[in-house]
């Protein structure tokens, strides 16, 4: 059973920074791996996403200010963010899925198996 567990959300002010973490408990069940957000009444949209060669993909509402990164042993997935702006303010999922690559959309909530219970960001103006 896969297991993904957000950490790192929080509340700060536009323009601030975050780094979200996400565990791991399958590294080889979750070889491509993404970050989505969702807020209340709106569909989950996509993030960031990482597959197995390090090929990123980004939402063009974060591209420069976000990045995704895992560690070497792809137990942990992050995202660093900053310049955070109040349409940032969110709940933040990990994703993931055991495919290599996903190469249609990766930033398709549809193309991920397991997902975590999310973390809480919110930014103030």
């Known amino acids: 059973q896969v297991r993904l567990v957000e950490s790192g959300g929080g509340s700060v002010q536009t323009g601030g920074s975050l780094r979200l973490s996400c565990t791991s408990n399958?590294?080889?069940?979750?070889?491509?791996m993404a970050w989505f957000r969702q807020v209340p009444g709106r569909n989950r949209e996509g993030v960031a996403a990482?597959?197995?060669?390090?090929?990123?993909s980004y939402a063009d509402p974060v591209n420069g200010r976000f990045t995704i990164s895992r560690n070497i042993d792809k137990t942990t997935l992050y995202l660093e963010m900053h310049s955070l702006k109040p349409e940032d303010t969110a709940r933040y999922y990990c994703?993931?899925?055991?495919?290599?690559?996903?190469?249609?959309?990766?930033?398709?909530?549809?193309?991920?198996?397991?997902w975590g219970q999310g973390t809480q960001v919110t930014v103030s103006s």
């Open positions: 990482i597959d197995m060669y390090v090929r990123t």
């Open positions: 399958n590294p080889y069940s979750t070889t491509s």
């Open positions: 994703a993931a899925s055991p495919r290599e690559s996903i190469r249609e959309d990766p930033l398709a909530p549809d193309q991920y198996n397991y």
